[in-house]
């Protein structure tokens, strides 16, 4: 099972389990009992199709994070769009991004008034900084975008772009810098001057080294992003 888990999040639904994307399905996990629950989607069959718990359809959903006390966040990275699970029923429900609708040219669609219609293509990662703010990081046409949502607005604003292709993004606690990692290490992004600068770098060899940042090696990269604490 573990060469297929793509990410990891505390359940705030149920105490103490831990929510997890596995193949293409949302499961929750209870560590005391090894005892795993699905919630939506299935290990195997992939697509697109908007249910209630088996009978809903991911493909390759990445990233899952609590969006609000009744609702999960899910990437769903190969329908490019993101979507909500409801905790109540295990219904989902599609929040932004055209599902389905993949590595689109125009850029029009990305100042739509409505979240649904806008053109992400393949989302790479997508993390909460806030309430009503969503920082994602998709790859569209051949570029690799971070781009912030704000739910309030349903506006979509470009934060930067990047050459290196994002596994992961995380922000720190006060929203202020977001964390991505790729093949060549770890960098930061400052939301406010949407500057980029590298945090400790990678030459792609694989290894383990523990030391300074500037020094640090991962093998084969860092794949996960998380703030502890």
């Known amino acids: 099972m573990g060469t297929d888990i ?4 505390t359940d705030l639904w149920i105490p103490g389990n831990i929510l997890f994307t596995f193949g293409n399905s949302i499961q929750t996990l209870n560590p005391e009992t090894h005892h795993a629950d699905l919630i939506a989607g299935g290990d195997t069959g992939r697509g697109y199709v908007e ?10 959903p990445r990233t899952i994070f609590n969006f609000n006390g009744t609702h999960l966040a899910v990437a769903d990275t190969e329908n490019c769009c993101i979507r909500l699970v409801s905790r109540v029923d295990n219904c ?13 040219l125009s850029e029009s669609t990305d100042r739509s008034s409505m979240l649904s219609d806008v ?6 990662d997508v993390t909460k900084i806030s309430k009503y703010r969503i920082v994602l990081a998709h790859r569209k046409s051949s570029r690799n975008e971070l781009k912030m949502i704000d739910l309030l607005t349903n506006k979509v604003d470009l934060i930067t772009y990047t050459d290196r292709e994002p596994t992961s993004i995380c922000a720190d606690p006060n929203g202020d ?39 640090a090696r991962f093998s084969p990269r ?8």
């Open 222 to 229: 860092p794949y996960d992003l998380m703030f502890l604490g």
């Open 177 to 215: 810098n977001l964390y991505l990692s790729s093949e060549y290490g770890i960098e930061v992004v400052n939301l406010k001057t949407r500057n980029i600068h590298h945090l400790t770098m990678s030459n792609g060899n694989t290894g383990h080294i523990d030391g300074s940042l500037q020094i």
């Open 51 to 60: 249910g209630c718990g088996i009978d809903s359809r991911f493909n390759k």
């Open 119 to 124: 053109d992400f293509g393949r989302i790479l």
């Open 92 to 104: 989902t429900s599609a929040l932004a991004g055209r599902c389905q609708v993949c590595d689109t």
């Open 6 to 9: 793509r990410h990891l999040d």
